[in-house]
């Protein structure tokens, strides 16, 4: 069986220890004197035995703790090498930090006993305070390092468990992140199926029915049917596309923004642009007779939304004026707002609002613009103005 090799800090460290204890040694410099091998050499021996323990600490940390121990309990007999004993204390520390975890556990308790033991006996042989100190002694030498290394070891530990549960933590947001996904995609089948099949399969039965059937009459009203389901089914679709843009996070649809909701969206805008000497108004001259295609009161509204909030970035103070008009099958949109210096900050704009006002208008074949224009009065307020087809058949010929 081949040794493991030991590390080379640890053989730094051993050998370290074996300069300095021969330093010691050079010099005449013992812990004791009048032991059992009063010769010089006899304190090389133990000396030499912890440097090749202390080369074992993290390899072999069983063995260098017992040969660490012999080593220690022989220099007793010998004038003794302060080296050899920090490195026991280190071989100690290192037995408890490096070593299985059954001994982890039992090397504190054994030292603990070991130092309570020896002070008893002594105390009872000598009957002399002397017997305490060589108690705290004992302890500092192998109890006070066995409970250092098992405090390291805990912490250790609990870090490595954290990092572990860490990285389950990572796994399970990964696995949920993923089933997230998967579930988004059914539901966004689901919503494909209830929005669009319907008016797929009518296309497809009135289709057969046109090429099948010779007669102008039937043909002419199966187009028909043909037109107003594709018109509502590519309706039906952008307004899918503007669900998920908006609320692509929310496990449903959110619900879609419509016109009516414009009194809360300038009463919310009042209330930030109050203090820049802002002012909201809404002029609403539709004759408010039937609905809205969905596409173009949801465009209506988000164009509104976004330039509500380029007047409270960049407006000057005065009127921001909000005007509806319906007239020849177009809706326009018209908000107004003062042009010029802004007293004290203004918000930072990307660029990226006008750019989305303009394909929300691109996309419904309207007519978008927006720019300074005076107001008839000697000064300049920015205009933006959309109009939006109200005939949905023009998104038939782009589709």
Not at 302 to 324: D, F, M, W
């Amino acid at each position: 069986m081949t040794l493991p090799r030991p590390h080379r800090h640890d053989v730094l460290i051993a050998a370290v220890g074996l300069f300095g204890g021969l330093l010691l040694w050079w010099f005449g410099l013992y812990v004791s004197g009048e032991r059992l091998f009063e010769q010089r050499w006899a304190a090389l021996v133990p000396l030499a035995v912890m440097s090749g323990a202390e080369a074992l600490r993290r390899t072999m940390p069983r063995t260098a703790l017992f040969t660490g121990t012999l080593a220690i309990v022989a220099d007793q007999f010998t004038n003794g090498s302060l080296a050899t004993v920090l490195m026991f204390t280190d071989v100690m520390y290192a037995a408890v930090v490096y070593g299985p975890p059954a001994s982890a556990r039992r090397i504190p308790y054994t030292t603990g006993l070991i130092t309570v033991a020896l002070t008893v006996v002594l105390l009872i042989w000598w009957q002399n305070a002397v017997a305490l100190l060589v108690g705290v002694l004992t302890g500092g030498i192998a109890f006070l390092p066995a409970i250092t290394g098992a405090i390291v070891r805990n912490h250790r530990n609990a870090a490595e468990a954290a990092r572990l549960r860490a990285e389950q933590t990572a796994l399970l947001a990964e696995m949920d992140r993923a089933q997230a996904v998967v579930a988004e995609r059914a539901r966004m089948a689901r919503e494909l199926h209830d929005m669009v099949a319907n008016h797929l399969s009518a296309i497809a039965i009135h289709s057969t029915a046109a090429l099948s059937l010779d007669d102008p009459g039937t043909t002419r009203q199966a187009l028909t049917v043909i037109r107003e389901n594709s018109v509502a089914g590519l309706a039906e679709m952008r307004r899918l596309i503007g669900l998920l843009r908006e609320s692509g996070a929310d496990t449903e649809p959110a619900a879609t923004a419509t016109l009516a909701g414009l009194d809360a969206l300038l009463a919310q805008a009042g209330a930030n642009g109050g203090p820049s000497g802002l002012s909201f108004v809404l002029e609403d001259a539709r004759d408010g007779d039937g609905d809205l295609p969905v596409p173009v009161e949801l465009a209506a509204y988000r164009i509104v939304q976004e330039s509500l909030t380029n007047a409270l970035k960049h407006a000057a103070p005065g009127e921001v004026r909000v005007a509806l008009s319906q007239e020849d099958g177009t809706l326009t949109v018209t908000v107004s707002s003062p042009y010029g210096e802004r007293p004290g900050p203004s918000a930072p704009g990307s660029g990226a609002g006008l750019v989305g006002m303009r394909e929300r208008v691109a996309l419904l074949g309207g007519v978008f613009e927006a720019g300074p224009v005076p107001d008839g009065e000697g000064r300049k307020r920015w205009r933006v103005r959309a109009g939006l087809p109200m005939d949905t058949s023009g998104e038939e010929r782009r589709a």
